[in-house]
Each structure stands twice: as structure tokens, then as C-alpha cells.
């Protein structure tokens, strides 16, 4: 019993076992997560997430090892509980179409495993397995910040022509 409720867990509710894309539509299920701790001071976002990745640790290791060793494509508890970290403090990104811009960015680093991504995961275990979507969350918050600062920038600078 158990086993079959980690199990439905870490994968995603079962999304963890669609044959294409497993990952990037496990990752859909952060998005509420990620929406409901936007609406939350920082030291909320922070407290959550920790004890979130602290959860998943365990959970991940422990379905690695039901389903053979690895990170098996079925596990998807990674992306769900790593993805809000890529909205963490951005309450500008609190719109539908900035989401959108999160979640492809942070696909495209969990899919594309730029250094040092690829190495964190060969750690193994579960610590292994959350890494790598930490990490790559942790890349799409930085140019997600940095674009918003960008943003604000040149509209401030739109904004304050000459008197």
C-alpha cells in the first residue's frame, strides 16, 4: 500500500508513464504549486520549497529503486516539486504568459542538461535525481530574473523621456 501510494507519487499520478515526453508533462503539475507559493511572502516560498525538495529526496530514491536503479523516465516528482524554484520571489512573473516562459525555459535546461546539470545527476540516488531539476530550475530563475530586471529596465527608461 505504501509503495503503491510513492509510487502514484513520484510519478506524477501516474502522468510519469506516458510514453512520450513523461517529463515535460509531469513538470505541468508544478505549475499549480508554483502559482499558489507566488502568492506567498519569500520566507514562505523558501520554507516550502525546502521541506518540498527534502520530501522528494527520499520519495525519488525510494522509486528508483521500485522501478530498477536511476533516474527511471517514469519519476517525474522531480520536475513537479524543482519547478517553482524558476518562480521563486518573481512576483512579476505572476502572469499566465510569464509561466509559459518559465516552464519552456526550464524544460529546456532539465531536457538539454547544460554543464553542470548532467554531472550533479550522476551523484544517484534521490539526491541525484532532484539535483539535476534543481540546477536546472535554479538556470531558468537566472534568466528569468534577469530578463524581468531587463524588462523593468527598459520600460522605466521608455517611461522617463525628456521634461
Known amino acids: 500500500m505504501i509503495e503503491g501510494t510513492m509510487l502514484l507519487l513520484a510519478t506524477g499520478l501516474r502522468l510519469g508513464w506516458l510514453p512520450w515526453a513523461p517529463g515535460t508533462f509531469g513538470s505541468l503539475l508544478g505549475i499549480p504549486l508554483a502559482w499558489w507559493l507566488l502568492g506567498r511572502p519569500l520566507p514562505t516560498q523558501l520554507i516550502t520549497l525546502v521541506l518540498l525538495l527534502a520530501i522528494g529526496v527520499p520519495l525519488c530514491h525510494w522509486a528508483s529503486i521500485w522501478l530498477g536503479g536511476g533516474d527511471a523516465s517514469a519519476i517525474v516528482a522531480d520536475e513537479i516539486l524543482a519547478f517553482p ?21 526550464y524544460r529546456l535546461f532539465d531536457i538539454t542538461k547544460p554543464p553542470p546539470i548532467g554531472h550533479v545527476e550522476a551523484i544517484g540516488g534521490g539526491l541525484g535525481i ?6 536546472a530550475a535554479l538556470y531558468a530563475w537566472l534568466v528569468l530574473a534577469v530578463a524581468i530586471a531587463l524588462w523593468r529596465r527598459h520600460a522605466r527608461n521608455d517611461h522617463s523621456g525628456p521634461m
Open 85 to 105: 524554484i524558476v518562480l521563486l520571489g518573481l512576483a512579476a512573473a505572476r502572469r499566465p504568459w510569464m509561466i509559459g516562459v518559465a516552464f519552456a525555459l
Open 130 to 135: 532532484m539535483l539535476d531539476d534543481v540546477v
